[in-house]
């Protein structure tokens, strides 16, 4: 089922009243607008106009509360795969699932547990906007403004949506490994990268070195190896 709304607060508040409603596994809301849309640590994604497209995913996969960070990044290389397939756009994917192109951020998921054993991901790209605010111009970028051209946001949704259902059932069915390993080979932020992060405890500097089993970043420093559980890490 997927339902479509001109616009919203969140795709993700929507489509949790959904899952908690007993709809299921696949059920996707998609709005032309956010009015408040939702980003990671408490964040704001930047969603006015009809240039981008907001989705929202609701999941039911039997996955243990330790492969949540890796469906993150399994969505992450699910949304990257369909715009490389429908725009012939190769993005790059910065840890833990923020899409980069032209060194700003593209696009972004999250994932928020909800009732009934649902999972919520939540998908924004930045397809055909012309503009951003002054303060995201710096950091925010679309296919738009990287290409010159408009792309088909419908021809999109069906690629997003059909790759993030494969790349949720092939966490499911195999496990983290194999979405570790593709993260690794995909993104330029897993391995030899320098990188400063700030964990929400500190800030550091280092080069990355992998990731281990849990998909959490290996980040070398002058002092060792620190291990990333979650934060905001971006080209030094």
Avoid at 13 to 33: C, F, M, N, S, Y
Avoid at 76 to 82: H, I, K, R, S, V
Avoid at 141 to 159: C, H, I, N, P, W
Wanted: charged share 20%; proline share 3%.
């Amino acid at each position: 089922m997927r339902v479509w709304l001109r616009s919203t607060e969140s795709t993700m508040q929507d489509a949790a009243k959904l899952a908690a409603r007993g709809e299921p596994h696949g059920t996707v809301v998609v709005a032309e607008e956010q009015t408040a849309g939702i980003g990671r640590h408490g964040h704001t994604w930047h969603s006015a106009g009809t240039g981008g497209l907001y989705l929202s995913i609701i999941l039911r996969l039997p996955l243990s509360s330790d492969a949540l960070p890796v469906l993150t990044m399994a969505l992450g290389l699910a949304a990257q795969c369909a715009i490389e397939e429908v725009c012939g756009v190769r993005c790059d994917i910065r840890w833990p699932n923020d899409l980069m192109l032209g060194g700003k951020k593209l696009a972004g998921i999250m994932v928020q547990t909800g009732e009934r054993a649902a999972l919520i991901a939540g998908i924004g790209v930045n397809v055909n906007q012309a503009a951003f605010p002054e303060d995201l111009h710096p950091i925010a970028t679309s296919l738009r403004l990287e290409t010159g051209r408009d792309y088909s946001k419908e021809e999109l949704l069906d690629s997003v949506v059909a790759e993030s259902l494969k790349y949720a059932a092939l966490l499911k069915d195999i496990g983290k490994s194999q979405i570790l390993k593709q993260f690794e080979v995909r993104s330029s932020y897993a391995r030899g990268k320098a990188v400063e992060v700030d964990d929400g405890r500190r800030v550091f500097a280092g080069v990355t070195a992998g990731l281990d089993e849990n998909g959490f970043l290996m980040v070398e420093t002058p002092s060792g190896i620190e291990t990333v559980m979650a934060g905001g890490v971006r080209a030094a």
